[in-house]
């Protein structure tokens, strides 16, 4: 599976909008991009995943760059409860699906 | 509809006992999945079932750790013996298989092992 970078750490404002990058250079052409969160002491959530073309749900936007080598998830209005740890992980799916997680990004969110 | 359910939640040992976690599937998961959580990283694959098959064990510590999933529901995980560096939380997640949602993983709340 496609290694997965990411920023240690981020901030941000209630209500205001959060961008949470993720580079996955050796992505191949049949991996997906899948986002899950880890609120303290919970298991990892889903949050979203795709492809090639952007995609939203009720949690959050997923924009995936052109070349697919980056992606970032949208969270449009952050709240206290968004606080979590946000990992990116790419893989091929299929009937052997797992998930290789890396640290991740741990997201505050001040009030 | 019920979540993954694991038990114990908390559980303390010394080092060189042995100990069992076990986990439920949301009903109808034919793939069960089993994490190492360390402190301040993200989770690792331990082993993967489908039904009562192992798909991927490929990162089991096969001298200490066992599991089973005997009737392709629930799931043991076994550690025996522990050592200082197996404290951790253990993660139990589920999947749907063949179905447009098996790329979702459901995970339970997790057994967070001390060994002293």
């Known amino acids: 599976d496609a290694k997965t970078t990411q920023p240690n750490s981020m901030e941000s404002n209630e209500e205001e909008p959060v961008h949470l990058p993720c580079n996955h250079s050796?992505?191949?052409?049949?991996?997906?991009i899948h986002w899950y969160r880890q609120l303290p002491s919970q298991g990892p959530e889903y949050v979203i995943h795709?492809?090639?073309s952007n995609v939203n749900n009720r949690m959050a936007s997923l924009a995936i760059a052109e070349d697919r080598k980056s992606s970032t998830l949208i969270l449009h209005r952050a709240t206290l409860r968004d606080a979590a740890v946000y990992y990116c992980?790419?893989?091929?799916?299929?009937?052997?699906?797992?998930?290789?997680f890396g640290k991740g990004t741990l997201l505050t969110v001040n009030p | 509809e019920a979540g993954v359910a694991q038990s114990p939640r908390y559980k303390i040992i010394e080092k060189r006992q042995s100990v069992a976690f076990w986990c439920n599937p949301i009903?109808?998961?034919?793939?069960l999945y089993w994490y190492q959580q360390i402190l301040g990283q993200g989770p690792k694959l331990l082993i993967q079932?489908?039904?009562?098959?192992?798909?991927?064990d490929s990162q089991l510590p096969k001298d200490r750790f066992s599991a089973e999933r005997l009737k392709g529901v629930d799931s043991t995980l076994k550690i025996q013996p522990a050592k200082l560096e197996d404290s951790a939380v253990y993660l139990c997640?589920?999947?749907?298989?063949?179905?447009?949602?098996?790329?979702?993983?459901?995970f339970g709340p997790g057994t967070r092992l001390t060994v002293t």
């Open positions: 992980t790419v893989n091929s799916g299929g009937s052997n699906y797992k998930l290789t």
């Open positions: 997640a589920s999947s749907s298989f063949g179905t447009p949602r098996s790329y979702e993983q459901y």
């Open positions: 079932f489908q039904n009562n098959g192992v798909v991927d």
């Open positions: 795709g492809l090639t």
């Open positions: 050796t992505i191949s052409g049949t991996d997906y």
């Open positions: 009903s109808g998961h034919a793939t």
